[in-house]
């Protein structure tokens, strides 16, 4: 009998080794590294090789002469999650979402496979943490009940497999990746060589039998997908849902997308009775603004194709240390000394003593250029201690040279503002004109920030 060779792969990021190192050079981190039998000949091809894909999509075909199905999308009930998969669910896609522990990834795919079941959809529900009575009383708290939806407990990936070809799902739901392992793989549930051979062999079901597929994934503390990276290159979709535990709302987002956007947004809000659907998000992000304080201004942001208002905050204090510290949640960090740099060169604003701290409120991430103004207007309004106007909107893209250039779909964003009320927004004076103004707010153009301080502040 030939001797088994091992080696050793870290679990975070699948780096290999013939011996054994307390720290992985891959990714830096210590204690990682987990023996592994190695696998030779036939099983060397991994799931793949278990596998009889159809012959005519093997041989190589001029473009121009594959026929594409113009197949329509499959609309779920949430509008939400239908905006963030760019449309619908696509057949024979994969999808994986990945969030925090008790954030409610499982509560959103059983809502969503309850809502397919009873447009007559087959769904398979497939849970390797949760036994079938944890499932059934979670899906009795959401109301949950429909013949279409089958419930299976198991984590053997072979006998994943069988049933899936006994029953022939439209859907399937596997909660979570990280439980389920290949029989054929000697190491443990959740290594990186099980992750990587499982996620193929769903793959391989996804593709040659149009079954959608919906894959749960952990994070690790750092707030990424655990696992190899290469388990986000494998599937189609990468869905993050996002949210304090605390707190009752939750946002969904798309980091990759191949039959859609990776700028829109879901936002839901936790209930005792589920997940529902936030229709109006900005009149969430604003409700708890204060007015008349130094430092708030709203900013109009677009997320991908929906107009959001959002809060930003900015606090100028001076430093008590020799460099004055510059800290951003939900900005880049590294914008923040940039436009500071512009206010202190071009408006004189002695800015370099003084520590800047940054927040864009309801736990948005902004990273497009048309914040640039608001975020401006904010560190002038904290700095002078003068409070800008309530009604005031703010959006436009800040040069070097202290210019206010143009920003893209000006239109839906001055609407979305008049829609709640507010009664002026300062925007790129380029902006001005070729398009219809909603009643009742008045546009103001600047050209430079000094322009946009003066209408704000003086």
Known sequence: MAKQKTKFMCQDCGYESAKWMGKCPGCGEWNKMVEEIERTGQNRRGAFAHSSPDKSMSKAQPITSIVTENEPRVQTKLNELNRVLGGGVVRGSL????????????????????????????????????????????????????????????????????????????????????????????????????VRECTAELMRIAKTKGIAIFIVGHVTKEGSIAGPRLLEHMVDTVLYFEGERHHTYRILR?????????????????????????????????????????????????????????????????????????????????????????????????????????????????????????????????????????????????????????????????????????????LPANNLGGWKIPAGIELIGVSTVAEALKATLD
């Open 254 to 426: 798309a980091v990759k997308n191949r039959f859609g956007s990776t700028n829109e947004m879901g936002i839901f809000e936790m209930k005792e009775f589920g997940l529902e659907e936030v229709e109006n998000p900005s009149e969430i992000f604003l409700e708890e603004r204060s007015k008349g304080t130094a430092g708030s201004t709203v900013v109009a942001s677009m997320e991908g194709t929906r107009p959001v208002l959002v809060e930003v905050q900015a606090l100028i204090s001076p430093t008590s240390f020799g460099n004055p510290r510059r800290m951003a949640t939900g900005i880049d960090h590294n914008r923040v000394p940039l436009l500071m740099a512009v206010l202190e060169k071009r408006m004189g604003m002695l800015l370099q003593n003084q520590d800047a701290y940054l927040k864009v409120a309801g736990g948005v991430k902004l990273d497009e250029p048309a914040i640039d103004l608001a975020i401006v207007v904010s560190i002038a309004s904290s700095f002078r201690d003068k409070p800008t106007r309530p009604t005031d909107c703010i959006v436009g893209e800040v040069g070097l040279t202290g210019e206010v250039r143009r920003v893209s779909r000006i239109e839906q964003r001055v609407q979305e503002a008049a829609k709640l009320g507010f009664l002026r927004v300062i």
């Open 95 to 194: 999808v994986l979402i990945g969030g925090d522990p008790g954030i409610g990834k499982s509560t959103l795919l059983l809502q969503v496979s309850s809502q397919l079941a009873i447009l007559n959809h087959r769904v398979l529900y497939i849970s390797g943490e949760e036994s079938l009575r944890q499932t059934k009383l979670r899906a009795d708290r959401l109301g949950v009940m429909s013949e279409n939806l089958l419930v299976y407990s198991e984590t053997n990936l072979e006998d994943i497999n069988q049933t899936i070809e006994a029953m022939t799902p439209n859907f399937v739901i596997i909660d979570s990746i990280q439980t389920i392992f290949h029989p054929n793989v000697t190491s443990a549930p959740g290594s990186v060589s099980q």
